[in-house]
């Protein structure tokens, strides 16, 4: 009994002295990389306030003179504003779950470490107190052989450094593991109130969406005659070559070499897997035919750069909605509609099967599907030859 208190002073002893001599290690930080993170939340920033920036100025004129074409637009425009909030909203979900994820598996090692580590302490009390049964002082004072009081010096300084060592080791595991519970904390609140965040935002969304429905239904009712129908397509035809030529006009010169696309024909993946249900020369409206493919496909669904290129051209333009243009070089480029929301800019490089849009069904179309244009030289080519 008298041994077993002995044990238990030595370890208050060594465990006060950890707290005392132990010199506190520094905790380790988490290390997430979330340069990525930022870049994609800066963008959409970017083009959630340059849409805010189209909605206010058509609110105005809407105020002014309402008419059915700027309703719709403004619907749709907040539609796309909503659908960046939650992109970003998902986005910072996903990487708070990542890190909790990580701070939990952290969390696991370390406590099991614990384990081993009270385990060896205890090993560490035991031995202390046996060797306190031997004086050490004796030891020293009655060795004859100074190669022998060498060895024992060396021996006691080695365990005692190993002992120190394992003490600092303790600690750390202690504090780090105060540390992750207090950052397991913050970010499950943080995911609490981004949940909350995400709901409203869909919300949001839906009647934003609802009110797209009943703008578009009294757009067709207006444009119910067949003559009526071919005359708005003609229209909004000439308004995307206008707005491609101005584009080209404005663009600023970029040094990137690029190659084009006469060489990577039948090479080259579709912007969107999907069913297409027009195609490149069918007929459309009368004499009318269709310049490019939809794809349809599920709404929010990425829409890809089918290859390396320049953003030329991104905007909403009636008939076809959120647009994006891709100058891919030797004068061919590539153009996609009917988007839910744009992720990209104006001047910005994007690389082959990057995402720049959203599936969506702006400017018009009744379910979602992707209008797909390839143009050389400014003329609309089938983009079946290219594309597999």
Known sequence: MKSQGIVKLLAWVMISALSLTVTNASARLLLVNDSALEKSNQQLADIKAQIKKQTQALDKKIAEKSTLEDTFKRSELKVSELVIALQQTQNQLNSVKDKVIKLTAEQNKLLAKQEQQQQILGEMVRTAYLNGKHDYTKLLLNQNDPAQLERLITYYRKLNDARVEQLEEIEYTLSRLQEIARDLTQQQQQLNELNEQQNQERSQLVSRQNDRKKALAQLNRKIASDSSKLEQLQADEQRLAIAIENAQRNAIPRPEDLAGLYNLKKQLNWPVKGRITKRFGQRRQGSMRWKGVIIDANL?????????????????????????????????????????????????????????????????????GLYFEIRYKGKTVDPARWCR
């Open 300 to 368: 929010g669904k990425s829409v890809n750069a089918i290859a390396d290129g320049i953003v030329l051209y991104t905007d909403w333009l009636k008939g076809f909605g959120w647009v994006t243009v891709i100058d891919h070089g030797k004068g061919y480029m590539s153009l996609y509609g009917h988007n839910q929301a744009l992720l990209k800019q104006a001047g910005d490089f994007v690389e082959k099967s990057e995402p720049i849009a959203l599936l969506g069904q702006s400017g018009g179309k009744a379910t979602p």
